[in-house]
């Protein structure tokens, strides 16, 4: 790679301001591979908290604005305005901010959900396609090098015809009512900032977007179940779904925030007709893989074993831990490089080619629009649109 191509990309933020747990966690991804600098930033709603804040992470005050409309005719204006921004602000605004700089010319990383409609989000994804530029939609859990691993599997055919894909991202974090004494927690069941869906859309696309992943086949009905169980909540708070896949693949979906004792949740199993795996993201170092006709077998990333596409994201040597913030800093980098390319007019490494993009994006939300297309007709088999 090229000197030019291996440059830190200048690097900006919209939203992510102080105390974003999300902000945090796209920053030190950011900075982990030297592959970013932040430049610039709007970072909060409250422009003087925001510019503080922005001071504080090294950004001069004078690049530290009001609102990302400024920022985008600011940054047009310079000769070193931002490349890639990071858009990581409530989910009824990522097509909206997005799409403004996506217009501008710039690359883009987007929280997930990457809309709260089907048909915003096709018009996101047709400006990109239009303006040719990088939107990357952060499901960071794809770059756990065990995650890689196991599509490594699925495409080798280890697994034989995967026919059996379950997948689940349940936490307690929402249990009992407390929103109303918490602005973090207030938003994300709140339709007119989250959009029409909370379980599905804050955990239930991770799920998917690994079965995804890991399997190759995209999903084409589903059959669901919505639930408000705590009272008084506006969006479901528990969702159980049926799954069919293109390619043959059954199964089924959990996410929800009400699973009290349950501290992170994500899991998935998938199973062929040679063998099955099983990976644990509260476990994430190991893959279990099961062969129909011999013992179980461990992979562990940086052993033995490993395909390329799992060995190159892994940062330590094997039997010390790797964790979140790499995972997340695995995406980035593939990002990184995703953008260097397009820049230079190169091709992209194959292996960094996986990062989730637009189409994830648009997979996620075409799961919620169909999975509360289904929940209105009694849980009946509905059709991705």
Request: with cysteine.
């Amino acid at each position: 790679m090229g000197e030019e191509s291996r440059r830190r990309l200048r690097f900006g933020m919209v939203g992510g301001g102080r105390g974003s747990l999300i902000g945090d966690s796209h920053r030190i991804a950011a900075r982990l591979d030297d592959r970013y600098e932040l430049v610039a930033g709007a970072l909060d709603l409250d422009a003087e908290r925001g510019r503080a804040f922005g001071v504080e992470l090294g950004v001069e005050a004078a690049r530290c604005y009001p609102d990302y409309r400024t920022m985008i005719a600011a940054e047009a204006a310079r000769p070193d305005g931002v490349e890639v921004v990071a858009v990581v602000t409530p989910n009824a605004t990522h097509v909206e901010i997005a799409g403004a700089f996506v217009e501008a010319g710039v690359d883009v990383i987007c929280e997930k959900p990457l809309a709260t409609d089907l048909a915003d989000a096709r018009r996101l994804a047709a400006l990109v396609e239009r303006h040719g530029v990088v939107c990357a939609v952060m499901y960071g859990y794809s770059g756990y090098p065990m995650v890689r691993q196991a599509r490594a599997l699925v495409e080798e055919g280890a697994l034989g015809t995967v026919n059996i894909v379950m997948t689940e991202f349940a936490h307690g974090h929402m249990a009992v009512a407390g929103e109303r004494d918490n602005p973090a927690m207030a938003w994300r069941v709140d339709p007119a900032v989250s959009g029409p869906s909370y379980a599905m859309a804050d955990t239930g696309t991770h799920a998917l977007h690994l079965a995804k992943y890991i399997t190759g086949q995209r999903l084409s009905a589903v059959a669901a179940e919505l639930r408000h169980v705590v009272a008084g909540r506006p969006l479901e708070d528990d969702a159980h779904v049926l799954l069919r896949f293109d390619g043959g693949a059954g199964g089924s979906l959990w996410a929800s925030a009400v699973a009290a004792g349950n501290r992170h949740g994500l899991r998935i199993r998938v199973y062929g007709d040679r063998a099955g795996l099983e990976w644990h993201q509260e476990a994430p170092e190991r893959l279990t893989f099961l062969p129909r006709d011999a013992p179980v077998q461990i992979f562990e990333q940086g052993g033995y074993g490993i395909a390329p596409l799992a060995a190159r994201p892994a940062r330590v040597f094997m039997g010390h831990p790797e964790g979140y913030f790499e995972a997340f800093a695995n995406v980035y980098r593939d990002v990184a490089e995703a953008v260097a390319a397009r820049r230079a007019g190169t091709s992209l490494d194959p292996l960094a080619a996986t990062y989730p993009g637009v189409a994830d994006g648009i997979a996620g939300v075409a799961m919620i629009d169909a999975a509360l297309r289904s929940a209105a007709a009694g849980g009946a088999w509905t059709a991705l649109d």
